[in-house]
């Protein structure tokens, strides 16, 4: 097929947006929804990428779909960016599952497919990460480390990283800084969930989902079979016999 030159230039610089900024909004927004031309070949320039383009709230939206795409963000690019000096892979696994029990609260357990909350405060997250942590000492440690292998996450270095975090009763304001406090490490995911425009600050220390994660949940994050063991793992489980050993509170 043949498509016009003009459409071709526009298409391009749509997409050097999208690989910039991740988004497009405004008139840019508008040329990809009205014309053809340069709609399929954005969509024809991003598949090529390995990444999906969604639309939330008038904003077109470009993510990777895979861990071979460039956009894809790799572990060594999260922890120099992100993370304390010196962080390893057991601190990324604990920013995960702190992503992942933030998304729970705002779903319910994972029990909706819409938010069942506006906003979702930092001292509530630790909160909810303890409880999860609960959950997941309830295995023995030998299950433990089986379920490692099947789900790619080190749970045994998710709960002994957890549990070297001090539960210092502070402010929030007064843990921004290079303690070692568990609202100090959530401040520091938050930091990069913000970022990558996963939430907003919204101010008192409460953050709320963006558009675009919501978006990424209802079509893509709980449909994914691996995801779904996941936190049937970590929403569903009664207590265990030979329960993991690990006084974390």
């Known amino acids: ?13 749509l997409y050097t947006k999208l690989a910039r900024d991740g988004l497009l909004d405004g008139e840019d927004f508008q040329q990809y929804m009205s014309n053809d031309e340069v709609f399929e070949l954005l969509e024809q ?5 390995e990444c999906v383009l969604f639309v939330a709230a008038n904003q077109l939206y470009m993510v990777p779909k895979t861990t071979t795409s460039p956009f894809h963000v790799n572990n060594e690019y999260l922890r120099k960016t992100y993370l304390k000096s010196g962080a390893t892979n057991s601190d990324l696994y604990l920013s995960y599952f702190a992503t992942i029990v933030l998304l729970g609260e705002f779903y319910n357990s994972y ?3 819409e ?11 630790v909160e909810a990460i303890d409880e999860r942590m609960e959950v997941l000492v309830q295995h023995p440690e030998d299950r433990l480390k089986e379920l490692e292998r099947q789900h790619a996450y080190n749970w045994l270095s998710i709960i002994e990283n957890w549990t070297t975090l001090d539960a210092i009763k502070e402010s929030a304001k007064s843990q921004k800084g290079q303690t070692l406090s568990r609202l100090s490490f959530i401040h520091t ?16 220390d409460e953050v709320e989902l963006t ?9 893509y994050f709980m449909n994914l079979e691996h995801n779904n063991e996941i936190l049937q ?12 050993n690990a006084d974390y509170i």
Not at 212 to 219: A, D, E, G, L
């Open 45 to 49: 320039y991003t598949s090529h990428m």
């Open 211 to 219: 558009e675009k994660t919501k978006m990424i949940v209802q079509r």
């Open 1 to 13: 097929m043949f498509y016009d030159a003009e459409n071709v230039m526009k298409a391009f610089e």
């Open 111 to 113: 029990l909706t497919k």
């Open 189 to 204: 995911v938050k930091k990069f969930l913000v970022k990558e425009k996963v939430i907003n600050e919204i101010g008192n």
């Open 115 to 125: 938010p069942t909350i506006h906003y979702l405060s930092l001292s509530r997250w």
């Open 233 to 244: 793992f970590l929403y569903d489980l009664e207590p265990k016999e030979g329960a993991f």
